[in-house]
């Protein structure tokens, strides 16, 4: 059984050994342990200090492209170098090392393909009270989106199977984090939390230079997924609204016209019928969004098929 840690890292070279001597060197159950840093287009001594540490593997961009290129760059890597289990750490030492045993466990034990740590948000000091709120209500949302019950969703601290590594697609340029949560529940892939514990801060978070921006960008990420996976529970939902006002609209002026108070009101009429006809047009783009998506599903089977014989190839 062998496991790869992969950090993502982007000018790491002052936090990337604090991180590497908290991570565990044996853990029960597997017989080997290997390291893997992605260099999201560093420009100071990050891979050299990396190399001095003895990391195994190097994945290196030149130019930064962002968390979710550099996440599945390195899951990409990890597939090609056998690893059957994928453990995803940040490079600041946010996560304690010693939980990624906590974090493969369920794996080991075939109880879950993807295991998240579930971070203690409301006792982290570094996190203001508007943060802890937004963390809390991302991860509602997330919830609801993707039909499972994970409380920490913008969490990535995590472990995958070799399995789940397989079928991960992120789309997105943002994060990784949101989207793969969204997929795995519509994949019905199996998935579960462990509570974990977090270090101090080590550096600001370079993922939240704006809580406004955060908040923007990842409800663009949330909505864009729900589009991308249950596209016609989102159309019909949005073209059932808008077509239950205006059939309310138009009962509306039917009730004028029998009363015999209808001169006058054509103008609810007209906006009856425009809302009745935008309702029915979205549920008919929501039927055929399903389809592209379907067509989707099997284009994703035939990449997992060729992930898979690709992988076992090297």
């Not at 840690?5 to 790491?12: A, D, L, R």
């Not at 287009?41 to 190097?58: C, F, Q």
């Not at 962002?66 to 453990?87: K, Q, S, W, Y």
């Amino acid at each position: 059984m062998k496991l790869i840690i992969q950090i993502p890292c982007y000018n790491e070279e002052q936090t990337l050994g604090i991180t590497y001597n908290d991570l565990p060197k044996h853990i029960d159950g597997i017989d080997e342990i290997e390291y893997l840093i992605i260099n999201d287009g560093s420009t100071d001594k990050t891979v050299e200090v990396a190399k001095e540490l003895g990391i195994h593997h190097v994945v290196s961009f030149k130019q930064n492209k962002g968390l979710a290129r550099g996440f599945m760059a390195g899951l990409d890597a990890c597939l090609h170098l056998e690893a059957d289990i994928i453990v995803n750490t940040d490079a600041d030492n946010q996560y304690c090392g010693e939980d990624i045993e906590k974090l493969v466990r369920p794996i080991l034990d075939n109880k879950a393909d993807i295991v998240i740590g579930e971070r203690p948000i409301d006792q982290t000091e570094h996190f203001s009270w508007k943060k802890k709120k937004f963390q809390h209500l991302g991860s509602w949302v997330v919830r609801i989106a993707s039909g499972t019950d994970i409380p920490d969703a913008p969490s990535g601290f995590r472990a995958y199977s070799r399995e789940a590594a397989l079928r991960l697609n992120v789309t997105n340029e943002y994060t990784y984090t949101l989207e793969t949560i969204i997929q795995a529940g519509y994949d019905k892939i199996a998935m579960t939390s462990v509570p974990i514990r977090t270090n101090g801060e080590t550096r600001p978070s370079r993922l939240f230079s704006s809580m406004w921006r955060y908040m923007k960008r990842s409800a663009s990420v949330i909505v864009r997924s729900f589009m991308m996976y249950k596209p016609l529970k989102f159309f019909s939902a949005i073209g059932s609204i808008i077509f239950t006002i205006g059939f309310l609209i138009g009962l509306r002026f039917l009730y004028f016209v029998f009363t015999g108070t209808g001169t006058g009101h054509t103008q609810s009429l007209i906006l009856a019928a425009i809302l009745i006809l935008m309702g029915v047009q979205i549920i008919v783009i929501g039927l055929q969004a399903d389809i592209i998506a379907a067509n989707r599903k099997l284009l994703e089977d035939i990449q997992y098929r060729v992930r898979k014989m690709d992988s076992n190839n090297k």
